[in-house]
């Protein structure tokens, strides 16, 4: 009845937590809606107050304009010296109904108001707004007239003036032309009020119970005409931290149940000299009082709902316990009588569907015991029949006496199986004394033996831990290793005669030995340093000094060479000498020569083998050093599964080291996952075993396996990837194989979070595209309508002119969009004349195309058809008279480049690389600079080096790696 009401307790608690979080989660996600909803609603009106403000500020350009052009004129009649200048007489000569209106500045190279008709503003040192000062530095060093905004300047306390701004002919001045507005569009500025925005924003959604306006300089922006006061310290400190990132930030007050967000507002206006000065911060007061209820009535009605499941699944359990138990009951009565040994009892059916299909699995299961019972008896007698033809000795050990022997035991140590009464107590003994030279608890030991009646015996005793019939007992196996032990013997004697042998050895650089011992100094009677000198070589008859340089390329070729000369002795005389050379890398890289001389005799076999040996031995070494310090987790097994190589970084990674895993206290499988299960390397080992199940994306290329792993550990997904390949000797036999795991995890989470970013910045290029293509069309349709309407020849110019404008917006977002796309898929091969025959096709039926190439293909981005197209495409655009276009291939220096030409105009030597700036060119400016970009993803590059008036010559140098010649099917383009 428990089980039960766990089940049902857990499953509707399960349900109302799921509808508890899905509805947090929801509530969460309306109110972040609601708050960034408000946000991007005062952003977008604060744009469109801009761009209203900016329109009725334009009205104001053409007397800034007439005033400065009589200032300039006077600056030029006085001689350029202001001294003689008369700005109060400019003023009067302007026009009276802006003439109370103006005042004009001229402001020096240091930004100082050197001449002013306003007392106020002369000497007025704009040095001190280091951006202002800048900007105004470069409209002086410029040529043309600048309109700003409708502001009050640096001080807060002034009227909202506009200004106008020109440079004088010699750039030593800059005429500042100021018109006071007053009341001017006094509705209009009205409406445009930042005021009345905040006021409409706060009507409309009531849960925002404060609005601040930040400006730059700290002070609170309210209506145009009216003087703004001072934000709080602490608020124009956090507007200042966010003017400088242009970001944004949240405070939330639990105690008020207000959230607080302070965000960057961009004016829009990115023109105007004083445009880095009118963006502003907004700091919005958001309630969060109807938030914070709806998560305390949802947690009220989830804890309502959870103390209902808890009652309703007592009940459910109460009555399905009464359901089920009756004849649960007979059915644990006849399992009883089963377990009892019965196994010929029948189980009683039931009145329930399931309990007779678990019947039916009982039945099954006891007829498998049933057969596994006989399956065991067949086993045990298989495995008596291998413990009784046993080559070693087998003696089961219980508590100081023999259990069983099997016959190899009886015939080791003499004991007579055909007699009726054995000496049970004499073999007892005989068994304790050998174990009893056990050394340290040691599972295996070797010890020389004296049997009864047979003489001395080396045996190797191997002692393990059984336990047969709930006893524990000991299983000893013994085997007779007396003839293998004399043959160790011997080779170590045969060891000790090599090492100290007479042979001489003398090694180091081929340059220069460093190394002589003294049997080899004694052999050409010389000292130590006398050997060295001579060289290794320095001392051998000169009839076979031929064959020196031949040993010499041999060994290096093959590590090792054995050759026979004649040696002279410091004395003269001569003996003749076996030369065994080794040459190896030192650890700088250097060949390194070990020279061993010895007269010839019979002990030249045995030297030869110890030598081999011992390179052997250090290359072993080597192989095992370069193994043990691999950076990935990395091991070995031979072809019987036993692990040759357990790596550091593997023992790290498993948390197991290497004689653990040797041991057999845990599979190298179950070490690395935790469990039993095939890994790559038992697929290199067993090339039919089935992996599927735990690889899905399995890889296999000459021979090696790779596939990536997905595991989840501490709720946390982690990627691994695995490789394994066989393992050869020098005859080409697999002797085994070799499996490395690297952890992928952090290089998949970043190409996730790239992939992420990608798709979030096209959807929002996409739509950005969108809105502005709308917008572009709605101007449109408003240039055509004002068009319709007029009849002015001048207006018509300039809608005209607008036209052109809205065109190269068009053109303008379709080269974004193109932009977007170099670079999105991967590269691929192309037919190279496949592309540029379609691109001719499409640009016009009417040029001749000559295509000099054979069937080639490039490995380029998706976007390459866009840089044929585009070079047609230019040809019958400005080639002015082109009738015919050719791309061939040029090799003749051994590089590959693709050349593209027409019997156009052709480019003028100062415009060869410009053309591939951005905006540079005749129409878009965009098409060359996107051949180059899409060119440039794969490698290659592109320039134009044609002769002016014979046409253009692209020349595309292409790495040998991006060609090759096509396949018989062509590849998608």
């Not at 200004?163 to 209009?188: A, N, S």
């Not at 000292?527 to 031949?550: C, R, T, W």
């Not at 690389?913 to 005749?922: A, D």
Request: aromatic share 8%.
């Amino acid at each position: 009845m428990l089980l039960f009401i766990c089940i049902i307790l857990i499953s509707l608690i399960s349900i109302t937590g799921y509808y508890y979080n899905e509805t947090s989660r929801q509530i969460d996600e309306r109110f972040l809606k609601d708050l960034n909803q408000t946000e991007q609603v005062l952003k977008s009106a604060s744009d469109r107050i801009t761009k209203g403000e900016m329109l009725w500020e334009a009205t104001y350009k053409r007397p800034l304009v007439t005033v400065t052009n009589l200032v300039l004129d006077e600056y030029e009649r006085s001689g350029r010296d202001l001294s003689v200048m008369n700005l109060e007489e400019i003023i009067n000569r302007s026009d009276p109904a802006y003439r109370d209106r103006i005042d004009i500045m001229l402001i020096n190279s240091s930004g100082v108001a050197e001449y002013s008709t306003n007392k106020k503003d002369l000497y007025l040192d704009f040095s001190k707004w280091g951006p202002f000062y800048q900007t105004i530095t470069e409209m002086r060093n410029n040529n043309s007239f600048r309109l700003d905004r409708a502001v009050r300047g640096f001080n807060a306390s002034n009227p909202w003036r506009i200004f106008g701004y020109q440079p004088t002919p010699d750039h030593t001045y800059l005429i500042e032309t100021i018109y006071r507005i007053y009341g001017d569009y006094l509705k209009e500025r009205s409406e445009l009020s930042l005021n009345t925005l905040v006021t409409q924003v706060r009507e409309q959604n009531p849960h925002v119970l404060a609005l601040d306006l930040i400006g730059s300089t700290g002070l609170i922006i309210s209506e145009m005409d009216e003087i703004p006061v001072p934000a709080d310290p602490d608020d124009a400190e956090i507007a200042a931290e966010l003017y400088k990132i242009q970001g944004s930030r949240d405070y939330f007050d639990e105690k008020n149940q207000t959230i607080t967000r302070f965000f960057f507002i961009e004016s829009g206006d990115n023109e105007s000299p004083s445009s880095e000065y009118i963006d502003f911060v907004a700091k919005m007061v958001y309630s969060t009082r109807s938030y914070q209820h709806e998560r305390i009535s949802l947690l009220f009605l989830a804890l309502s709902l959870l103390i209902i499941s808890i009652l309703l699944a007592l009940v459910l359990a109460y009555l399905l316990s009464r359901f089920i138990t009756s004849p649960v009951r007979t059915l644990l009565e006849d399992l009883d009588e089963i377990t009892k040994g019965n196994m010929d009892h029948p189980i009683r059916p039931s009145r329930h569907l399931e309990i007779n299909r678990i019947i039916q699995a009982v039945s099954q299961m006891v007829e498998s015991i049933r057969k596994s019972i006989r399956s065991l008896e067949l086993s045990e007698k298989r495995y008596f029949s291998l413990f009784l033809n046993a080559t070693d000795a087998i003696i089961v050990w219980k508590e100081g006496g023999i259990v069983h022997a099997n016959p190899a035991a009886c015939t080791l140590f003499g004991w007579n199986t055909k007699s009726d009464s054995p000496d049970q107590s004499s073999q007892n003994e005989m068994i304790k004394s050998l174990l009893h030279t056990r050394k340290d608890s040691l599972h295996e030991w070797n010890h020389t033996f004296e049997i009864p009646g047979r003489g001395s015996y080396t045996l190797n005793i191997r002692l393990v831990r059984i336990v047969l019939d709930d006893t524990p007992m000991d299983l000893i196996q013994i085997r007779d290793i007396t003839t293998e032990t004399r043959m160790i013997e011997e080779i170590h004697r045969l060891a000790d005669i090599v090492r100290n042998t007479q042979a001489g050895i003398i090694a180091g650089p081929l340059q220069k030995p460093d190394i002589v011992n003294m049997a080899y100094a004694r052999m050409h009677g010389c000292s130590q340093e006398e050997a060295k000198l001579d060289g290794f070589f320095g001392p051998v008859h000169p009839d076979y000094s031929d064959n020196i340089m031949e040993w010499i390329r041999i060994a290096t070729e093959r590590g090792h060479m054995t050759g026979e000369a004649i040696r002279i002795r410091k004395d003269g005389t001569e003996f003749p000498a076996l030369h065994d050379l080794t040459i190896v890398r030192n650890e700088h890289h250097e060949p390194y020569l070990i020279l061993n001389v010895q007269d010839i005799s019979d002990q030249i076999q045995v030297w030869k083998l110890m030598l081999e040996k011992e390179a052997l031995s250090d290359s072993i070494n080597l192989l095992s050093s370069i193994l043990e310090n691999l950076p990935d987790p990395t091991f070995v097994i031979n072809l019987n599964g036993m692990v040759l190589a357990w790596n550091k970084a593997m023992a790290l990674f498993s948390g197991r080291t290497y004689d653990e895993i040797r041991s057999g206290e845990i599979t190298y499988a179950e070490a690395i996952y935790q469990i039993k299960r095939p890994l790559l390397i038992d697929k290199i080992i067993k090339p039919d075993l089935d992996i599927t199940s735990y690889y899905a994306n399995v890889k296999e290329e000459n021979g090696v396996l790779s596939a990536e792993v997905i595991s989840h550990c501490e709720g946390k997904t982690q990627y691994k990837w695995v490789m394994a390949g066989p393992l050869y000797d020098s005859t080409g036999e697999m002797i085994g194989a070799i499996e490395t795991i690297r952890d992928i995890t952090d290089l998949k989470d970043a190409l996730k979070k790239q992939s992420e970013l990608t798709n979030k910045l096209m959807l929002l290029s996409s739509l950005t595209r969108h809105d502005i293509r709308n917008k572009v069309t709605v101007i449109d349709g408003f240039r055509y309508f004002a068009e319709s309407e007029t009849d002015e020849a001048k207006v018509k110019e300039i809608l005209a002119l607008q036209k052109n404008a809205i065109v190269d917006i068009g053109k303008l977002i379709d080269f974004s969009k193109a932009y977007q796309e170099i670079g999105i898929h991967e590269p691929k091969w192309h037919h190279v004349r496949e592309l540029f025959e379609r691109a001719v096709r499409q640009v016009s039926c009417n040029l001749k195309s000559v295509c000099d190439i054979p069937s080639l293909e490039i490995y380029a981005d998706a976007m390459i058809y866009q840089v044929f197209y585009n070079l047609v495409e230019n040809s019958q655009r400005h080639g002015d008279h082109v009738t015919t276009v050719r791309l061939y291939m040029d090799t003749s220096d051994g590089q590959c480049r693709l050349i593209y030409e027409d019997d156009g105009l052709g480019i003028p030597d100062n415009e060869k690389e410009q053309i591939f700036l951005r905006g540079y060119g005749k129409n878009t400016g965009l098409g060359l600079f996107l051949i180059r970009e899409i060119l440039a993803i794969t490698g290659i590059t592109i320039i134009e080096n044609g002769t002016y008036g014979q046409g253009v010559r692209f020349e595309m140098q292409i790495p040998p790696e991006c060609i090759r010649v096509a396949a018989s099917k062509k590849p998608d383009t």
